[in-house]
Nanobody, 120 residues
Framework: QVELVESGGGLVQAGGSLRLSCAAS????????MGWFRQAPGKERESVAI????????IYADSVKGRFTISRDNPKNTVYLQMNSLKPEDTAVYYC?????????????WGQGTQVTVSS
């Protein structure tokens, strides 16, 4: 079983940048498809970005394409989400999650989340 811990959230002005990190322990990150999700107050959780085992061809939500970049460093057991040109509507709790399967995903493992707040 893998354990996930997110970090890097905070308060930033619109147009600014943040980089989130998700550190894995317990099992090697290379065993998992990884995803970043977010949930804003009063809204359903949504997928932001997904990256496969090798890091090739990440998948992004339309709302973040061109602004966010997901990457992974398997030897460091860490996944990243670089967020640029942040908007107030990006404000949410951001979670990383792990799935052992693709394309039929089952994100069974989740971190505790990190708050991102974008001020206008």
């Amino acid at each position: 079983q893998v354990e996930l811990v997110e970090s890097g959230g905070g308060l930033v002005q619109a147009g600014g940048s943040l980089r989130l990190s998700c550190a894995a322990s317990g099992r090697a990150l290379s065993n998992y498809v990884m995803g970043w999700f977010r949930q804003a107050p009063g809204k359903e959780r949504e997928s932001v970005a997904i990256i496969l085992w090798t890091g090739a061809t990440p998948i992004y939500a339309d709302s973040v394409k061109g602004r966010f970049t997901i990457s992974r460093d398997n030897p460091k057991n860490t996944v990243y989400l670089q967020m640029n040109s942040l908007k107030p509507e990006d404000t949410a709790v951001y979670y990383c999650a792990a799935s052992t399967s693709w394309p039929s995903v089952n994100f069974a493992y989740w971190g505790q989340g990190t708050q991102v707040t974008v001020s206008s």
